[in-house]
């Protein structure tokens, strides 16, 4: 059973940047399609970014795009997400989910995702 954990969530000031990590537990999270995704208070969760199955290949929501970097860090096995340039639009508690896909293939629909953490809070705030 595939378990994944957030962290490197915190407080940042409006242009800070914050690394978080999603870190799975009992398979190789290289062998699936992986996604961050976000829920703001009282708003619906929305999908923010995801990398492919085993591959490089990634896809961005235009609210991130520039600003925030998925990678995956297979030493660890685990998947990042670099976001820099933080706005308070941007608080929310973040998480990180996982389905298994073909080779290369890659889902950014929230719909799509089996496997999910439990979240950790970023807070934008001066």
């Known amino acids: 059973q595939l378990q994944l954990a957030e962290s490197g969530g915190g407080l940042v000031h409006p242009g800070g940047s914050l690394r978080l990590s999603c870190v799975a537990r009992?398979?190789?999270?290289?062998?699936?399609?992986v996604g961050w995704f976000r829920q703001a208070p009282g708003k619906e969760r929305e999908e923010i970014a995801c990398i492919a199955t085993g591959h490089e290949e990634t896809v961005y929501t235009k609210a991130v795009k520039g600003r925030f970097t998925i990678g995956r860090d297979n030493a660890n096995n685990a998947v990042f997400l670099q976001m820099n340039s933080l706005t308070p639009e941007d608080t929310a508690v973040y998480y990180c989910?996982?389905?298994?896909?073909?080779?290369?293939?890659?889902?950014?629909?929230?719909?799509?995702?089996?496997?999910w953490g439990q979240g950790t809070q970023v807070t934008v705030s001066a």
């Open positions: 009992g398979v190789t999270l290289n062998s699936y399609a």
């Open positions: 989910a996982a389905v298994s896909l073909s080779a290369d293939s890659i889902v950014i629909a929230t719909t799509a995702y089996k496997y």
